[in-house]
C-alpha cells in the first residue's frame, strides 16, 4: 500500500467532495496491467484509480506503460499499444518524443477535469535519473502542480528520506513541494509528535497527516483495518504467503520470475476455505489440489526456469501420481502447457523456440501484433456466462482434435482447451475468477473430488465501490483536507 492507493483515496474522495475527478501518471513500469473499453493497454493502478473516481480507465491516465521483458530490456506501451522492446538507452532517446504523447495526454484531461491528481514514481531525487525524468517533477513543473511526498515509515528512515529527498533537489522544486504524508503507520500516533515537529521545523513544511498500515489485498490488518484494493505488482506477493492447512481446497500459484496479472487469484484467494500460496520452490508444491501456472511477460525465460528450478519436473510427476490434483494455465502459462513455443520474431525472447510440458496438444507462435481486448464468453461445460480480458502475442493452435474451453460472444472462435479427463486446463482469458458464479461452480467441482463439503458461506460478489468508500474514510480521518484544499487553491 504506497503511493497508488493514497491517489486512488484522493480521487474517490475528491469524487465526493463533488469534483470531476482523474488520476494520472504519466510513465509506470509494471506487470500488471488492464485492457480498456477501447482495446488499449495500461497500468491496472491507474485503471483502479479512475474506477475510484467512477470513471472508465482511458489510456490517457497513464500514457506510457513500461513491461519489463528482461533484465536490460523492455516493452513499451505508449498510448495503449506497444511501439516496440527497448533498452535503457534506446529508451532515453525515445523519451524526446514520448514527452510530448504525454502531455498531450496531461492535456486532454485538463480539458474535462477539475482535478487531476497525479502520481510520480519511485523517487523525485534520484539524481541518476533527473535529466531524462518525463514523470515525476518534470511533469509537475509542466503541470504547474503542487507537490507533497508521500514517505513509507513501515520501512525505517521515513525523515531521512524524506529531508534527504528535499535536499537533493533544486531550489526550484523544493518550493513546488507543499508538504508531505506519512504513509503504512503502525502504532500510537502520539510516538511520532517529536519526529513530526522536527521534520516541519527542519523542512519548513507541513505533515499534512498520517495514515495507518492496512492490508490492501485481504487477510489480516492491523488495527482491523482490512481493505481490499487490487495491489499495483507483484512485490505484493511478498507479503500474500500463506501456509497451507490440511482443511480446505490448497491452490498454489507458481511465482514466475516474469509474472503478469497476478491479481487474476485475488478472487479465489478470498474464499473462505481457501489457502493460496505463491511458490517459487519445487517442494511447496507438496499437497496442491490446483496447480496455477499463471501470465508472464516473458514466457520463454519463465518455462527455461521452471525447467531449471526443478518445478517442470514436480508438476509432471504431480500430476501422473496425485491424480485429483488439476493444473491451470493462464495466457503465458497455457501456452507453457503445450508442446512447443515459436518466437521466430524474436517478439519476446532471444530464443527462438522451446519445447513446453507436453501436456496439452497446442503449439504456439508469436506475433508482433498483440491482442488486447476485453472479452466475453461461455464456458461450454456448463454455459457459464463470464468477463474476462485478452493481453497476449501468442496465436495457439491444436494438432489434434480437442475439447474448448470456451466460447467467445459474438465472434465465431474458442477459447482454451482442456485434457480428457478435465484435470488440465489453459485459457487465454485474464480475470475468469473473478465471476462469481463461474468460480462457484469450479471450486464446487475441486471440494466434490477431494472430499470437501461446500462452506457455509462462499466468496460473495465483492464490491469494490464498498471498499473505496472505506478506503477514503480512513484517510479523511487522517489527514488535513482542509489544508490539502489550500495546497490545491495554491494559497500556501
Given at each position: 500500500?504506497g503511493?497508488?492507493?493514497?491517489?486512488?483515496?484522493?480521487?474517490?474522495?475528491?469524487?465526493?467532495?463533488?469534483?470531476?475527478?482523474?488520476?494520472?501518471?504519466?510513465?509506470?513500469?509494471s506487470?500488471?496491467?488492464?485492457?480498456?473499453?477501447?482495446?488499449?493497454?495500461?497500468?491496472r493502478?491507474q485503471?483502479?484509480?479512475?474506477?475510484?473516481?467512477?470513471?472508465?480507465?482511458?489510456?490517457?491516465?497513464?500514457?506510457?506503460l513500461?513491461?519489463?521483458?528482461?533484465?536490460?530490456?523492455?516493452?513499451?506501451?505508449?498510448?495503449?499499444?506497444?511501439?516496440?522492446n527497448?533498452?535503457?538507452?534506446?529508451?532515453?532517446e525515445?523519451?524526446?518524443?514520448?514527452?510530448?504523447?504525454?502531455?498531450?495526454?496531461?492535456?486532454?484531461?485538463?480539458?474535462?477535469?477539475?482535478?487531476?491528481?497525479?502520481?510520480?514514481?519511485?523517487?523525485?531525487?534520484?539524481?541518476?535519473l533527473r535529466?531524462?525524468?518525463?514523470?515525476?517533477?518534470?511533469?509537475?513543473?509542466?503541470?504547474?502542480?503542487?507537490?507533497?511526498?508521500?514517505?513509507?515509515?513501515?520501512?525505517?528512515?521515513?525523515?531521512?528520506s524524506?529531508v534527504?529527498t528535499?535536499?537533493?533537489?533544486?531550489?526550484?522544486?523544493?518550493?513546488r513541494?507543499?508538504?508531505?504524508?506519512?504513509?503504512?503507520?503502525?502504532?500510537d500516533?502520539?510516538?511520532?509528535?517529536?519526529?513530526?515537529?522536527?521534520?516541519?521545523?527542519?523542512?519548513?513544511?507541513?505533515?499534512?497527516?498520517?495514515?495507518?498500515?492496512?492490508?490492501?489485498?485481504?487477510?489480516?490488518?492491523?488495527?482491523?483495518?482490512?481493505?481490499?484494493i487490487?495491489?499495483?505488482?507483484?512485490?505484493?506477493l511478498?507479503?500474500?504467503?500463506?501456509?497451507?492447512?490440511?482443511?480446505?481446497?490448497?491452490?498454489?500459484?507458481?511465482?514466475?520470475?516474469?509474472?503478469?496479472?497476478?491479481?487474476?487469484?485475488d478472487?479465489?484467494?478470498?474464499?473462505?476455505?481457501?489457502?493460496l500460496?505463491?511458490?517459487?520452490?519445487?517442494?511447496?508444491?507438496?499437497?496442491?489440489?490446483?496447480?496455477?501456472?499463471?501470465?508472464?511477460?516473458?514466457?520463454?525465460?519463465?518455462?527455461?526456469?521452471?525447467?531449471?528450478?526443478?518445478?517442470?519436473e514436480?508438476?509432471?510427476?504431480?500430476?501422473d501420481?496425485?491424480?485429483?490434483?488439476?493444473?491451470?494455465?493462464i495466457?503465458?502459462?497455457?501456452?507453457?502447457?503445450?508442446?512447443?513455443?515459436?518466437?521466430?520474431?524474436?517478439?519476446?525472447?532471444?530464443?527462438?523456440?522451446?519445447?513446453?510440458?507436453g501436456l496439452?496438444?497446442?503449439?504456439?507462435?508469436?506475433?508482433?501484433?498483440?491482442?488486447?481486448?476485453?472479452?466475453q464468453?461461455?464456458?461450454?461445460?456448463?454455459?457459464?456466462?463470464?468477463?474476462?480480458?485478452?493481453?497476449?502475442?501468442?496465436?495457439?493452435?491444436?494438432?489434434?482434435?480437442?475439447?474448448?474451453?470456451?466460447?467467445?460472444?459474438?465472434?465465431?472462435?474458442?477459447?482454451g482447451?482442456?485434457?480428457?479427463?478435465?484435470?488440465?486446463?489453459?485459457?487465454?482469458?485474464?480475470?475468469?475468477?473473478?465471476?462469481?458464479?463461474?468460480?462457484?461452480?469450479?471450486?464446487?467441482?475441486?471440494?466434490?473430488?477431494?472430499g470437501?463439503?461446500?462452506p457455509?458461506?462462499?466468496g460473495?460478489?465483492?464490491?469494490?465501490?464498498?471498499?473505496?468508500?472505506?478506503?477514503?474514510?480512513?484517510?479523511?480521518?487522517?489527514?488535513?483536507l482542509?489544508?490539502?484544499?489550500?495546497?490545491?487553491?495554491?494559497?500556501?
Amino acid at each position: 500500500m504506497g503511493k497508488s492507493v493514497i491517489v486512488t483515496a484522493l480521487c474517490r474522495i475528491f469524487l465526493q467532495d463533488g469534483f470531476k475527478v482523474c488520476p494520472f501518471k504519466a510513465q509506470n513500469m509494471s506487470l500488471n496491467s488492464f485492457v480498456t473499453k477501447e482495446g488499449g493497454e495500461m497500468g491496472r493502478a491507474q485503471a483502479v484509480q479512475a474506477q475510484a473516481a467512477r470513471l472508465q480507465p482511458h489510456v490517457d491516465m497513464n500514457p506510457i506503460l513500461i513491461k519489463p521483458a528482461g533484465d536490460v530490456k523492455a516493452q513499451i506501451i505508449l498510448h495503449g499499444k506497444p511501439v516496440g522492446n527497448m533498452r535503457v538507452k534506446k529508451y532515453n532517446e525515445y523519451k524526446k518524443i514520448a514527452i510530448k504523447k504525454v502531455l498531450d495526454s496531461f492535456c486532454r484531461l485538463k480539458k474535462q477535469y477539475e482535478i487531476i491528481v497525479i502520481e510520480g514514481a519511485g523517487s523525485p531525487a534520484e539524481i541518476n535519473l533527473r535529466k531524462d525524468d518525463i514523470v515525476n517533477m518534470k511533469i509537475a513543473e509542466a503541470a504547474h502542480a503542487p507537490v507533497i511526498l508521500v514517505g513509507d515509515i513501515d520501512k525505517g528512515g521515513v525523515f531521512a528520506s524524506l529531508v534527504g529527498t528535499l535536499a537533493l533537489l533544486q531550489a526550484q522544486e523544493r518550493k513546488r513541494i507543499k508538504g508531505f504524508i506519512i504513509n503504512k503507520f503502525r502504532g500510537d500516533k502520539r510516538l511520532l509528535k517529536k519526529g513530526l515537529s522536527f521534520l516541519e521545523k527542519k523542512t519548513g513544511k507541513p505533515v499534512l497527516g498520517v495514515i495507518p498500515y492496512f492490508s490492501a489485498a485481504g487477510g489480516s490488518a492491523y488495527g482491523g483495518n482490512n481493505i481490499i484494493i487490487p495491489e499495483e505488482d507483484s512485490v505484493a506477493l511478498e507479503d500474500k504467503k500463506q501456509k497451507r492447512r490440511s482443511k480446505g481446497v490448497n491452490i498454489a500459484v507458481i511465482k514466475l520470475p516474469y509474472t503478469s496479472n497476478f491479481t487474476d487469484f485475488d478472487a479465489l484467494e478470498n474464499e473462505p476455505d481457501v489457502r493460496l500460496t505463491y511458490v517459487d520452490d519445487k517442494k511447496q508444491l507438496d499437497g496442491a489440489d490446483i496447480v496455477i501456472i499463471p501470465g508472464t511477460k516473458n514466457t520463454i525465460a519463465d518455462l527455461l526456469w521452471l525447467k531449471k528450478s526443478g518445478i517442470a519436473e514436480k508438476i509432471l510427476s504431480t500430476i501422473d501420481y496425485r491424480l485429483s490434483t488439476i493444473l491451470i494455465g493462464i495466457c503465458g502459462g497455457y501456452q507453457m502447457l503445450g508442446k512447443v513455443i515459436y518466437d521466430s520474431g524474436k517478439v519476446e525472447s532471444i530464443q527462438k523456440e522451446i519445447e513446453g510440458l507436453g501436456l496439452l496438444p497446442i503449439i504456439t507462435t508469436f506475433k508482433s501484433e498483440k491482442i488486447l481486448s476485453q472479452t466475453q464468453a461461455f464456458e461450454i461445460k456448463t454455459g457459464i456466462e463470464l468477463k474476462g480480458y485478452e493481453i497476449h502475442h501468442g496465436r495457439t493452435i491444436s494438432l489434434e482434435p480437442c475439447s474448448p474451453m470456451f466460447r467467445i460472444k459474438g465472434a465465431k472462435r474458442l477459447d482454451g482447451i482442456q485434457s480428457g479427463d478435465g484435470r488440465i486446463w489453459g485459457t487465454y482469458l485474464h480475470g475468469i475468477f473473478d465471476n462469481v458464479e463461474f468460480r462457484r461452480h469450479f471450486l464446487n467441482r475441486v471440494r466434490s473430488t477431494i472430499g470437501l463439503k461446500q462452506p457455509a458461506v462462499q466468496g460473495g460478489c465483492f464490491n469494490l465501490e464498498n471498499e473505496f468508500d472505506k478506503l477514503a474514510s480512513l484517510v479523511r480521518k487522517n489527514i488535513d483536507l482542509k489544508l490539502l484544499y489550500k495546497i490545491l487553491n495554491h494559497e500556501l
